[in-house]
């Protein structure tokens, strides 16, 4: 079937299938559906040719950084006193015993879960804040480390050197029992008898 050119036809045709003119206009006007998937689109393309974010605002982040190193630095140079003082008052106790390993291990440990926290929550755009939070975890994480791999290696060398201390202690006591063993079997012979009986 053949469509005809006129438009005086066709409006007759649909005159004549509806009954008012507003059921023909809500047959011709497009949905709001239709309309939003039109106006998402149009923001879409307008989203991609925007760069994403703000410039940062380097000042901002330079204090921020500053901020978390300071406070980072402070709680490390802070728990390293409190343990001092809780092994003063300890004396020979476990906080006096495994003080130096407490002062690196609970910072890094503490650090560490500090940071996995953050990356957690870290969005495709964080704050200089969130920033500085992030660098003070790993900054708190590091200087525990630092302080504790530190310990260990003290208390390596200075395990070896109380070893070496005891073998040459072993040693002399060694001589000087075999000294001993000769004055004894010396005097032993100088007795009357021969040192018999």
Do not use: C
Request: charged share 25%; hydrophobic share 35%; aromatic share 6%.
């Amino acid at each position: 079937m053949a469509r005809k050119n006129g438009n005086g036809s066709g409006l007759q045709a649909a005159k004549a299938r509806y009954e008012s003119p507003d059921e023909i206009a809500e047959i011709v006007t497009p949905s709001d559906r239709q309309l939003m998937t039109a106006e998402q689109g149009k923001s879409l393309e307008q989203r991609k040719k925007k760069p994403k974010g703000e410039p940062p605002n380097k000042l901002a982040m330079g204090l921020t950084d500053l901020g978390a190193t300071t406070a980072a630095q402070g709680f490390n140079e802070g728990w390293g006193w409190l343990m001092r003082m809780a092994g003063k008052w300890s004396k020979d106790g476990f906080l006096a015993e495994q003080n130096d390993v407490l002062q690196g291990g609970v910072p890094a440990v503490a650090g560490l879960i500090w940071y996995l926290i953050e990356m957690y929550g870290l969005g495709s755009n964080p704050s200089n804040f969130k920033m500085g939070r992030m660098e003070a975890a790993k900054i708190v994480h590091n200087l525990g480390l630092q302080k504790f791999w530190a310990a260990l290696r003290y208390r390596g060398s200075e395990s070896k050197r109380l070893l070496e201390e005891e073998r040459r202690s072993v040693a002399k006591a060694v001589a000087d029992n075999k000294e001993l063993q000769e004055q004894i079997a010396k005097l032993k012979a100088e007795l009357p008898g021969g040192g018999k009986g």
